[in-house]
């Protein structure tokens, strides 16, 4: 067997093994993750127009998501942070969303807003 074909089975048996490995039930949510679920609502944040669909589902999951005290300021933390970076976001745009979406968090996304104090 050819080093490059030893290669793919090996690869092959690791994606396997990690398929099956059951989902951690009690996993922490990353701000990798939330980033993810919320760059769909980056457009309307800047510019405007219409909440694409994917920006809700992506806010539903992230509020779905964050179960623990940790969490929540976890992703308070990760949304200000992300939103500051972006150039020309529109922070009445960005409050906007949960409201558009039909759903709500407990919180205004400001520039200074302290996430320790989220529960």
């Given at each position: 067997m050819t080093a490059f074909k030893f290669f793919k089975v090996a690869l092959i048996v690791v994606l396997v093994s990690i398929s099956l490995i059951p989902p951690q039930v009690n996993a922490e949510v990353t701000c990798e993750q939330i980033t993810l679920w919320v760059t769909p609502c980056i457009g309307y944040s800047v510019l405007g127009g219409v909440v694409p669909a994917a920006c809700c589902e992506g806010l539903k999951t992230?509020?779905?998501?964050?179960?623990?005290?940790?969490?929540?300021?976890?992703?308070?933390?990760?949304?200000?942070?992300?939103?500051?970076?972006?150039?020309?976001?529109?922070?009445?745009?960005?409050?906007?969303?949960?409201?558009?979406?039909?759903?709500?968090?407990p919180y205004k996304i400001t520039p200074d807003l302290d996430c320790s104090k989220v529960n």
């Open positions: 992230t509020i779905a998501a964050k179960k623990t005290k940790k969490d929540r300021q976890l992703g308070c933390n990760c949304v200000k942070d992300l939103a500051a970076k972006i150039p020309g976001v529109n922070y009445d745009r960005v409050n906007e969303i949960p409201g558009i979406c039909g759903t709500t968090i």
